[in-house]
């Protein structure tokens, strides 16, 4: 009678335990990228009725494993720009402030005080630095600044033009290229290139508006050959803006047009055809403020600026596993790797094994309450039935003990 007190009592465990495993699944219907857990039983060693060992009777049932199912929960949308779902294998990649290296699925980020992206728990996410020329810098931390830029004062401008070599003797043709001062004030420089009464000659005159200062330095003469080429010069024009809007005076600008050498760079050239303005172009930029971030699919932070530009900041780091059912689970929807789970493998989003990014999404749970709700039946009735053997057993065991 002990060993069916004994067997009754595990059924009880064991199923204590699947109701708490549902338990916690129907609490967690909500949780953003939650993973259901399911309860896997075993029978316990059986005992031997018989010399030969080929009847046995067992011993109870004991809970074996608490699985995971790693099937994506489905991505609903949000309105953050730093809420980010994973379409596919990977887990973002966690730090906390001590180092500690976490993995997690659940992408509502946010940015803290110091303008780090960090995660529900305050640990920051990781990713790669960008470079003005698209290459990827260390994986760290993601901050990004949201103060004002300081301004960039013009010291070069360029000029792509083609002048009509059949303009009548003084006939005009005027460009203009904004150039900043030392605060970031927009200061546009008007060309005027005037047709001389010698052949493929022209004069040019730089000038500003009044309201800005004077410019000094900005006359000169333009001798083509009989090919459209500009012969060569001494050295190339400079300019000084005297200014009187408060930023620094004596601002001088280079003007680009001639090689090191003093040969034509070709930005320059007079044909038989209208005169156009080609490009222009100034080393200098105005202050400016990041006013918001977009994350695309391949993980790629995107600020966009205040002057209407837009710069590749960071690109999300994705991390994944051979066996997902190593990872520790260390709450919170984090995890951590572990010998079962391997090393990580560490990428960017849409490359080789990694999944790409919905941004402003979620990742929901992917608990299925109908199926919980019937597993919690099940396993209610039957501890309601280990219950009933317990009672059973004990009536005839009490009834052994009244025995006379």
């Avoid at 309105?79 to 906390?96: C, E, M, P, Q």
């Avoid at 940015?111 to 990827?136: K, M, P």
């Avoid at 546009?188 to 000038?207: E, G, L, Q, V």
């Amino acid at each position: 009678m002990s060993s069916s007190l004994m067997t009754s009592v595990s059924g009880l465990n064991a199923y204590n335990e699947m109701i708490s495993v549902i338990s916690n699944n129907i609490a967690n219907s909500g949780t953003t990228s939650y993973k259901t857990s399911s309860v896997t039983f075993a029978d316990l060693l059986n005992q031997s009725l018989s010399a030969s060992a080929t009847s046995t009777t067992g011993s109870g049932v004991t809970v074996s494993d608490i699985a995971t199912d790693w099937t994506q929960g489905s991505v609903t949308g949000t309105t953050s720009a730093t809420d980010l779902a994973i379409n596919g294998n990977g887990f973002f990649v966690v730090k906390t402030d001590d180092g500690q290296t976490y993995y997690t699925r659940n992408g509502s980020f946010s940015f803290d005080s110091n303008n780090t992206l960090v995660d529900d728990n305050g640990n920051a996410v990781q990713g790669y630095s960008i470079a003005e020329n698209g290459s990827l810098g260390a994986l760290g931390d993601i901050v990004i600044s949201f103060e004002s830029s300081v301004p960039v004062t013009t010291t070069s401008m360029s000029t792509s033009l083609s002048l009509n070599s059949e303009e009548v003797s003084g006939g005009t043709f005027s460009t203009t290229t904004v150039v900043y001062d030392s605060l970031g004030n927009e200061i546009p420089i008007t060309m005027t290139y005037t047709k001389s009464t010698t052949d493929n000659t022209w004069t040019y005159a730089a000038s500003i508006a009044s309201e800005y200062g004077t410019l000094t330095g900005g006359t000169g003469t333009l001798t083509f050959s009989t090919s459209g080429t500009l012969q060569t010069g001494t050295a190339d024009p400079v300019f000084t803006l005297n200014l009187t809007n408060g930023a620094t005076t004596g601002q001088t600008i280079i003007w680009d047009i001639y090689n090191d050498d003093g040969t034509t760079n070709g930005n320059l050239v007079q044909y038989a055809s209208d005169s156009v303005l080609n490009d222009s172009s100034q080393n200098g930029s105005p202050s400016v403020t990041l006013q918001g971030i977009t994350v695309d699919e391949n993980g790629i932070v995107i600020g966009s600026y205040s002057d209407g530009s837009s710069a590749d900041l960071y690109q999300l780091s994705l991390a994944n596993f051979s066996n997902y059912e190593g990872l520790k689970d260390e709450g919170s929807g984090l995890y951590s790797a572990s010998f079962s789970s391997g090393e990580a493998v560490l990428g960017t989003p849409g490359t080789g094994q990694f999944g790409t990014i919905s941004s402003e999404s979620l990742e929901s749970s992917n608990v299925d309450l109908t199926s919980q709700l019937a597993n919690l039946i099940t396993a209610q009735r039957a501890y309601q039935a280990c219950a009933k053997v317990f009672t059973t057993a004990d009536e005839v065991l009490q009834t052994t003990v009244n025995m006379k």
